[in-house]
């Protein structure tokens, strides 16, 4: 019943390969997040998009790239990860900002080999 | 000192008992809380907003006490279901800050 959508569930990628993670929120919002969380900690804020612009890069390192086609929309293109990245990867969206209620998608879980 | 601080329990309750919840905040500027409740190995989902007046939606009440700098949350005849980590979160200058959790456990 989540009106924000995360593909896929799980993703299992090497070093070397390239992928993207895709998320899609149907409430009208217009910020959008990315969390990284680990185990049995918080989650990590990544990046901020609000009105499909950049707002905030929480000094995450290049291998992560994120993408807002629109305001529905939000990518993270990964590329020549490293294991420790492995984790729960969030997409949340609210309707002002960042510091209204926010509301998450299922979470691709990554696991990097 | 961590920006907001909860005690990670866990937390063993039986079942039907009232259960509370308290977490504290440094940021003195902070205008927005919530309580957010996540399973295990899923995404948190909000549970109830927080207003200085305090709110309550069915078994959950929720406080916040400025001068203190601390919110709670108090659930009333718990239910198995209810077994979950919830998270304290307070507005920051431009993100939500995250408490580490509560781990609360519901026992038959």
């Known amino acids: 019943d989540t009106e924000v959508t995360q593909t896929p569930k799980h993703l299992v990628m090497g070093m070397t390969n390239k992928k993207s993670l895709k998320c899609e929120q149907h409430?009208?919002?217009?910020?959008m997040y990315w969390y990284k969380q680990k185990a049995k900690k918080p989650p990590e804020l990544m990046f901020v998009y609000s009105y499909e612009k950049l707002s905030i890069n929480e000094s995450v390192p290049s291998r992560f790239s994120p993408e807002c086609p629109n305001s529905s929309l939000l990518n993270l293109h990964l590329h020549a990860l490293q294991p420790e990245d492995s984790a729960l990867y969030l997409c949340?969206?609210?309707?002002?900002?960042?510091?209204?209620?926010?509301?998450f998608g299922p979470g691709t879980r990554l696991t990097v080999t | 000192r961590k920006e907001v601080e909860q005690d990670p329990g866990p937390f063993n309750v039986p079942e039907g008992a009232t259960v509370a919840f308290n977490c504290t905040y440094s940021n003195s500027a902070s205008q927005s809380f919530f309580w957010y409740r996540q399973d295990c190995r899923k995404e948190p989902k909000l549970l109830m907003s927080?207003?200085?007046?305090?709110n309550e939606d069915g078994r959950f009440t929720a406080q916040l006490n400025r001068a203190s700098q601390y919110i709670s949350l108090l659930i009333r005849d718990s239910k198995l279901s209810d077994s979950a980590t919830y998270l304290c979160?307070?507005?920051?200058?431009?993100?939500?800050?995250w408490g580490a959790g509560t781990k609360l456990i519901i026992k038959p």
């Open positions: 409430m009208g919002h217009r910020a």
């Open positions: 927080v207003y200085s007046s305090g």
């Open positions: 979160v307070a507005g920051g200058n431009y993100q939500l800050i």
């Open positions: 949340a969206s609210s309707q002002g900002t960042p510091t209204y209620e926010q509301y």
